[in-house]
T-cell receptor, first 111, second 111 residues
């Protein structure tokens, strides 16, 4: 089993729709979680951290389910500019030097 | 602040040639990383450093070398380039167990 797994997609959704995707992790002792966004031919950029209590940033909501070992990202009222690849990142208990990236989920928002 | 700066942005190498990918950060981050990303794939860790003078192997270190003589700089050396090293290389930095901040990447083609 991979340390971090994501559905690679692609997800194609119409503008204005709500879309959600998950990321599962295998190490139950993992300590920190993040979502990154990567545009085509660009570097990954931090989208948001994922806290135990869940967190929201505008149209984006991230949640952590430690019991089932997954994190989720929900995008409401999707915009064309949300088209990108979304990467989940997990920092294990050993520290940030061992952080692991998922392979990414590709999202395309259609007009 | 410039953040994480990588040079060059693009490079074509012939098989067997060597080169150094430069990476410098001005955020006084203690952790630095080198990743490679092949088309449609996630990021794979090549080498990382938790501070000046300390480096360690990641998931795919073969064919590469690094050094960390200062906090700011973390060059990646390719010896005897091979077509399998054609990839996009990202340097990143972070404070300890925090999220990494990426450079813009170096696109390397080995022919």
């Amino acid at each position: 089993r991979k340390e971090v797994e994501q559905d690679p997609g692609p997800f194609n959704v119409p503008e204005g729709a709500t879309v959600a995707f998950n990321c599962t992790y295998s190490n139950s002792a993992s300590q920190s979680f993040f979502w990154y966004r990567q545009d085509c031919r660009k570097e990954p950029k931090l989208l948001m951290s994922v806290y135990s209590s869940g967190n929201e940033d505008g149209r984006f909501t991230a949640q952590l389910n430690r019991a089932s070992q997954y994190i989720s990202l929900l995008i409401r009222d999707s915009k064309l500019s949300d088209s990108a690849t979304y990467l989940c990142v997990v920092i294990p208990i050993q520290g940030a030097q061992k952080l692991v990236f998922g392979q990414g989920t590709r999202l395309t928002i259609n007009p | 602040n410039a953040g994480v700066t990588q040079t060059p942005k693009f490079r074509i190498l012939k098989i067997g040639q060597s080169m150094t990918l430069q990476c410098t950060q001005d955020m006084n981050h203690n952790y630095m990383y080198w990743y490679r990303q092949d088309p449609g794939m996630g990021l794979k860790l090549i080498y990382y450093s938790v501070g000046a003078g300390i480096t360690d192997k990641g998931e795919v270190p073969n064919g590469y070398n690094v050094s960390r003589s200062t906090t700011e700089d973390f060059p990646l050396r390719l010896e005897l380039a091979a077509p399998s090293q054609t990839s996009v290389y990202f340097c990143a930095s972070s404070y300890s167990s925090n999220w990494p901040f990426f450079g813009q990447g170096t696109r390397l083609t080995v022919v």
